[in-house]
């Protein structure tokens, strides 16, 4: 069992940065392929990025490539996701996932979640 918390959302202006924290807590996570997705109103909940557990290799969104930055710490339990060069279309509700098997870019796959963190992003 993994326990997920995450934290840093908030208001922010276009092009400005917000860095996303997710907590884990039970099973060390270094166990776990872990995730960011986002939920918008009205649409399904998307990929983002992910920390693989393998190698601790990275895996990103076309939609956010090289504005975003999953990174992780495994003596401290936690994940972050540095978002950079916001726009608009990145307001959700962002979500912190592990998956014990291997990686996947789908939510269905996807062990356990946190309860998600509001992120606007104002034009």
């Known amino acids: 069992q993994v326990q997920l918390v995450e934290s840093g959302g908030g208001l922010v202006q276009a092009g400005g940065s917000l860095r996303l924290s997710c907590a884990a807590a039970?099973?060390?996570?270094?166990?776990?392929?872990m995730a960011w997705f986002r939920q918008a109103p009205g649409k399904e909940r998307e990929f983002v990025a992910a920390?693989?557990?393998?190698?601790?290799?990275?895996n990103y969104a076309d939609s956010v490539k090289g504005r975003f930055t999953i990174s992780g710490d495994n003596a401290k339990n936690m994940v972050w996701l540095q978002m950079n060069s916001l726009k608009p279309e990145d307001t959700a509700v962002y979500y912190c996932?592990?998956?014990?098997?291997?990686?996947?870019?789908?939510?269905?796959?996807?062990?356990?979640w946190g309860q998600g963190t509001q992120v606007i992003v104002s034009s």
């Open positions: 996932a592990a998956r014990g098997g291997i990686f996947s870019r789908s939510s269905f796959d996807y062990d356990y």
């Open positions: 039970g099973r060390t996570f270094n166990y776990y392929n």
């Open positions: 920390l693989l557990r393998n190698y601790g290799s990275t």
